[in-house]
């Protein structure tokens, strides 16, 4: 539903589930009971309840507040773009951002799907799991998102790439999302009262993009990983 904004009809929604209208109803009944989902002229959309739980998600990970907190006071960081990142499902989601420069082409809101595939947070991530785990995601996907020339073309290529992940020790989308934007990725293993690994990623812009920067920027991500996977501000 958020992804349709203008509402869906219950035949819609049913469709979309493979559910028969009558379960759908039900289900839709309760979302709307409680103040979830708002119904208008026969159309169901999202209502303000849902902030509910995205709000409270957000206040228990602790780790937000200290990814803020650690880019802010970072001496280039501060005055780039990073983002946290999870995944879901062959896409990964953004849970928080670090704006601290005008935005880049592609610059991901929080909430924003975008595919596992070809962000570096999407490969550092997936190279965290066994290649029949990745295989097994991604078999049967069809044509994989081609946002550039350079973006991962298939499961072979990515294969590869998460390969080079592993043996590196992190990620890189060198213009994947988008022929200006160059981004690192790295895993925060899952600390405090977070349920799975995030990833954290820098972008910057390709153009111009000189090695020291380059380096510098790999550097501080490295130690705000290493902080937050501590769960603190010390280092």
Known sequence: MATRPGGWSLTQIASALGLAKSSTLTIMTSLEAAGLVARADNYYELDVGVLTPAGGFLKGVDIVSLFKRRIATSPLLKNEIAHLAVLGGRDV??????????????TAQVGDRFPASITAVGAALLAQMPDDEVVALFQGAGEFPQWTSRS????????????????IGYAVDDGETHPNVFAFGLVVHRVGNFVQDVAISTSLSRDPLDAEHRDKALSELRTICAALEMGNDML
């Open 152 to 167: 991962t073309p298939d499961l072979e290529a990515l294969l590869a790439k998460v390969h080079h992940v592993r043996e």
């Open 93 to 106: 989601i953004y849970i928080s951002r670090h704006i601290g420069r005008s935005p880049l082409p592609v």
